[in-house]
């Protein structure tokens, strides 16, 4: 069970990207939502550069109509709430994703949520809805494998944790193959893109992800938001096996600031987790373990935790036994050490040398324990 990005079963990112052309003008659209929910009230959620624009629309029906204008292509996020509920606990991580597009955009539910809605009405639409449809079985039964680790977990039962975790690795790699399947097949469609801008570390795979840029079409390419992708791949220093780690400091659960250099002269596992990320919690055992074995042969690690929460990432702590030194800035995915690093998703590792060289990158479980008995025997 390996990583936690930055996204659900729904494709949720890219906010800050538009993606029309330098050129294009103005682009219609209309939005046309049906929800099995009367009295309710539709939040519109958009984002251009740093300014977040929120329009919502109340309905006796469940049936909500809108239109409107945008500069270029644009991800969109709607959140349905009773309609005396103000906006003020919405968020883009839990909307339901749409892209803003020329034509009529339609969401058909008849449920009282969202979630399983119908997308469509245009091709991004389309795309989107046909991408989330094919993950969402995988999707279903991971969650259901991760309730089951848990409870196996809390009965100690580590004969079944095994058994879970290969079950969840094999659903993890089929998805991830559907994923491929889809850019593959749909090279000129933004959601491949989309998924190409959350689904890899550009800092540690920038040579892949310049490969799959360049299979993309012309469409994508030359759009506001290819651009500006380009130029951030330009831009992004590489940091790749045999480079040095870029140093840096954050405070301790005391306040007291420590420095990735500090531990020149040891191997040393920097580990990016949070108390939030499931796939890190579950991760957390394996790292414990390899802790204790090469702890007294010059291998130590430093956490570095993701949480906004101190109370959240001090509990965690304590509840996983994590024994090593943790440091966190508590500003969640805009950590600094996160930014240096271009980590978008985690848990996320790198193991570093005592001449502070990057040696591996992303070990997990067996991997891990692996590398480890080779350069420390």
């Known amino acids: 069970m390996k990583l936690y990005l930055k996204t659900g079963i729904s494709l949720t990112i890219a906010l800050t990207l538009s993606m029309g052309g330098i050129d294009a003008q103005n682009i219609k659209y209309t939005l046309n939502v049906k929800v099995n ?44 709430v009773p309609k005396e509920q103000s906006s003020n606990n919405i968020s883009f991580r839990k909307g339901f994703p749409i892209y803003l597009e020329s034509g009529n955009i339609t969401v058909v539910s008849n449920e009282p949520t969202l979630d399983n809605s119908v997308l469509g009405g245009t091709p991004s639409n389309d795309d989107l809805y046909t991408y989330n449809d094919t993950r969402k079985t995988f999707i279903t039964k991971m969650n259901q494998l991760e309730n089951d680790y848990d409870k196996a977990k809390q009965e100690k039962d580590i004969a079944k944790m095994q058994i879970i975790e290969s079950e969840y690795d094999e659903l993890e790699l089929k998805l991830k193959q559907a994923d491929n399947d889809f850019f593959n097949s749909h090279p000129n469609s933004f959601v491949s893109f989309d998924w190409l801008n959350s689904s890899f570390n550009i800092a540690t795979q920038k040579s892949k992800v310049i490969a799959l840029f360049n299979q993309m079409g012309e469409n994508i390419k030359q759009s506001e938001a290819g651009i500006q992708f380009k130029t951030k791949l330009d831009n992004t220093k590489s940091v790749e096996i045999n480079e040095i780690a870029p140093d840096f400091s954050a405070p301790n659960p005391e306040g007291k600031e420590v420095s990735l250099n500090s ?49 959240a990432w001090i509990k965690a702590i304590e509840k996983d036994n994590l024994a090593w030194e943790q440091v966190s800035d508590l500003k969640g995915w805009n950590a600094a050490p996160a930014a240096l690093y271009s980590v978008h998703g985690i848990p996320s590792n790198f193991l570093i040398d005592p001449q502070g060289r990057i040696i591996a990158i992303n070990l997990r479980g067996e991997e891990l324990s692996k590398k480890l008995s080779e350069i420390l025997p």
């Not at 009230?41 to 984002?47: D, T």
């Not at 990320?277 to 090469?294: I, L, S």
């Open 37 to 80: 929910k009367p009295n309710s009230k539709l939040f519109i959620l958009q984002k251009e550069k740093n300014n977040v624009q929120i329009d919502s629309i109340v309905s006796a029906d469940g049936n909500f109509q809108t239109e409107g204008e945008v500069a270029n292509i644009r991800k969109a996020y709607l959140y349905l």
């Open 263 to 311: 531990f020149r002269g040891k191997y040393v596992l920097l580990d990016f987790w949070a108390s939030w990320c499931g796939p890190c919690r579950r991760e957390n055992p394996n790292v414990v373990t390899a802790y204790n074995t090469y702890k007294d042969k010059n291998f130590t690690i430093l956490g570095v935790s993701l949480d906004s929460s101190k109370e």
